[in-house]
């Protein structure tokens, strides 16, 4: 069955503050640990992999791209948390935190390692990374434990990590983005040409389209619920927590999926 239908975008709830954790006070910190810079062409990309720590990404009106690192600490020693780059043949840049692995090397699709890599729990180092990224530049930026921001580029971001939200906006590119605990809010100007899927576990996911796109819809949610600025041709049975349709004259699949927070689909 096939039916024509409007939804209507919740308002945002503000986000509140997070205390910081006990013993943040405490931790001591290396503010410069690492920096990289360098012209990289657009339609290139930098690839950003860390495990413990945030990822910050904005904006430069400048040619170079700029990667700064700090490292922070309550025990264990940050010498054995390394950062590696490396200018790959293609023309991209891989840029990769590792812990306590001598022999591991960075490369375009993460940290890789001859042997097995040892975890070390009595290193509570964490790095942060902050971004500058030039005109035309994509990113994919990778973490575990930290939350992933990044500001008003222009090229195709892929944002993903595991406990933490994931906050994206590209001007004039498309946005792919995944957690497991935490929210995803979206911002693009394009639709990843073959689709996108777009998940967490426990957390919202909001993502703001541009009027006058024409894509296919998938969102599901176990416990919240969907809405939509747009006018969607839905397929199927209306559910305030499972639905299908499409907006425009269809697209690109676009799939949303949590099961704890709602999934709202808002138009710019």
Same mark, same amino acid.
């Given at each position: 069955?096939?039916?024509?239908?409007?939804?209507?975008?919740?308002?945002?709830? @503000?986000?509140? @503050?997070?205390?910081?954790?006990?013993? @943040?006070?405490?931790?001591?910190?290396?503010?410069?640990?690492?920096?990289?810079?360098?012209?990289?062409?657009?339609?290139?990309?930098?690839?950003?992999?860390?495990?413990?720590?945030?990822?910050?990404?904005?904006?430069?009106?400048?040619?170079?791209?700029?990667?700064?690192? /700090?490292?922070?600490?309550?025990?264990?020693?940050?010498?054995?948390?390394?950062?590696?780059?490396?200018?790959?043949?293609?023309?991209?840049?891989?840029?990769?935190?590792?812990?306590?692995?001598?022999?591991?090397?960075?490369?375009?699709?993460?940290?890789?390692?001859?042997?097995?890599?040892?975890?070390?729990?009595?290193?509570?180092?964490?790095?942060?990374?902050?971004?500058?990224?030039?005109?035309?530049?994509?990113?994919?930026?990778?973490?575990?434990?930290?939350? $992933?921001?990044?500001?008003?580029?222009?090229?195709?971001?892929?944002?993903?990590?595991?406990?933490?939200?994931?906050?994206?906006?590209?001007?004039?590119?498309?946005?792919?983005?995944?957690?497991?605990?935490?929210?995803? +809010? $979206?911002?693009?100007?394009? $639709?990843?040409?073959?689709?996108?899927s777009y998940r967490t576990t426990n957390g919202s996911i909001t993502?703001?389209?541009?009027?006058?796109?024409?894509?296919?819809?998938?969102? &599901?949610?176990?416990?919240?619920?969907?809405? /939509?600025?747009?006018? $969607?041709?839905?397929?199927?049975?209306?559910?305030? &927590?499972?639905? +299908?349709? &499409?907006?425009?004259?269809?697209?690109?699949?676009?799939?949303? /999926?949590?099961?704890?927070?709602?999934? &709202?689909?808002?138009?710019?």
């Open positions: 069955m096939t039916m024509h239908t409007r939804f209507r975008a919740i308002p945002l709830l @503000a986000v509140l @503050a997070v205390a910081a954790p006990a013993g @943040a006070q405490n931790r001591q910190t290396e503010a410069n640990a690492f920096a990289w810079d360098g012209q990289v062409a657009a339609g290139r990309r930098l690839h950003l992999y860390n495990t413990h720590g945030n990822i910050n990404i904005e904006a430069t009106t400048g040619r170079n791209l700029e990667v700064v690192a /700090s490292k922070s600490w309550r025990r264990g020693n940050p010498a054995d948390v390394r950062i590696e780059s490396v200018r790959l043949n293609s023309g991209d840049v891989a840029i990769c935190a590792i812990w306590n692995d001598t022999n591991a090397r960075c490369t375009e699709t993460g940290v890789e390692s001859p042997g097995r890599r040892v975890r070390s729990f009595s290193n509570d180092t964490d790095v942060s990374f902050t971004v500058r990224l030039p005109a035309g530049v994509h990113v994919s930026a990778n973490t575990t434990n930290g939350s $992933l921001v990044v500001a008003s580029v222009t090229g195709e971001v892929r944002a993903h990590t595991t406990n933490g939200n994931v906050t994206a906006e590209s001007n004039d590119g498309a946005v792919v983005a995944g957690t497991t605990n935490g929210d995803i +809010r $979206l911002r693009m100007s394009k $639709l990843p040409a073959e689709g996108a993502v703001e389209l541009p009027a006058g796109i024409n894509a296919n819809i998938e969102a &599901r949610t176990t416990n919240g619920s969907i809405s /939509s600025d747009f006018e $969607l041709m839905v397929t199927g049975s209306i559910s305030p &927590r499972n639905l +299908r349709g &499409r907006i425009g004259s269809g697209g690109p699949t676009l799939s949303f /999926s949590t099961t704890n927070g709602n999934v &709202r689909i808002r138009r710019q």
